[in-house]
């Protein structure tokens, strides 16, 4: 499984992409998409090492709130086709990008929300080592299981 993904697509290339089919679909999206840019979150593909097939993709994003102003929670979050689901991808992908949000971002929390039927998404949660800490209303005007994890404690060296 290791080394089975391409890795995280740069972050100009996809963004390219999604520009261009936002231009012409979303222009609502685009915008608000693109006000993140800043802060270094964002959207990247999640693409096979081999064929460089794009079977999902990867978030890490600022959630908003009921009204939907930016919050200065981070989640993290992922979507694959089907038939890439049970190999580890989103796992591997979550792995990069929480290493991410933790040594480049600096964030010192980082949370994952999913509806509590979608028993592949939390088992990837469980993986990552994320604490449960409840179910929540406050993000997308639904009910959903919230998890978090903070960033690793840097050891001092004496």
Known sequence: MKN??????????????????????HPHFMQRHFAQLNNGTGLWAIALKDSREI?????????????????????????????????????EAAKAILDYGFNTLKLPVIYAIARSENVRSLRVIQRL?????????????????????EAPKEQTHE
């Open 55 to 91: 079977v999902g993709t990867i978030i890490l994003i600022q959630l908003r709130d009921e009204e939907e102003n930016l919050t200065q929670d981070y989640e993290i979050g992922w979507h694959l086709k089907k038939s890439a689901w049970g190999k580890g991808y989103a796992t």
């Open 129 to 149: 080592g994320m604490i449960p800490i409840g179910r929540t209303n406050r993000y997308y005007k639904m009910e959903l299981e919230m998890f978090k994890l």
């Open 4 to 25: 089975s993904i391409l890795g995280i697509l740069g972050i100009l290339a996809v963004h390219y992409t999604l520009r261009e089919a936002a231009t012409r679909l």
